[in-house]
């Protein structure tokens, strides 16, 4: 089974960037994308980005235009580039490897996004 290390999280500024890195080790066998879900206080899980294992990329509309999901296959790590970031935007970002079927294998532990206005 995979395991995913978020990093890159932190406190920032309405309009700032923020770049998050998520690590990974051990057998990816079965894994076929990856993605960047977020969880805001007594909010739902929702998607933020995927990366199919061919690179294609998408995104839903809240952040479309702001975020870019990346891979470096040589590292083992997935990114998110956040610009223009909201305090809407403020949440527990988690690193998700996906199958096939575009069902999460396994997440990450999360990492902290704070926007301020």
């Known amino acids: 089974q995979v395991q995913l290390v978020e990093s890159g999280g932190g406190l920032v500024q309405a309009g700032g960037s923020l770049r998050l890195s998520c690590a990974a080790s051990?057998?990816?066998?079965?894994?076929?994308?990856w993605g960047w879900y977020r969880q805001a206080p007594g909010k739902q899980r929702e998607l933020v980005a995927t990366i199919r294992g061919g690179g294609s990329t998408n995104y839903p509309d809240s952040v479309k235009g702001r975020v870019t999901i990346s891979r470096d296959n040589a590292k083992n790590t997935v990114y998110l580039q956040m610009n223009s970031l909201k305090p809407e935007d403020t949440a527990v970002y988690y690193c998700?490897?996906?199958?096939?079927?575009?069902?999460?294998?396994?997440w990450g532990q999360g990492t902290q996004v704070t926007v301020s206005s």
């Open positions: 051990g057998s990816t066998f079965g894994v076929w994308g």
């Open positions: 998700a490897a996906l199958t096939a079927s575009w069902h999460v294998a396994s």
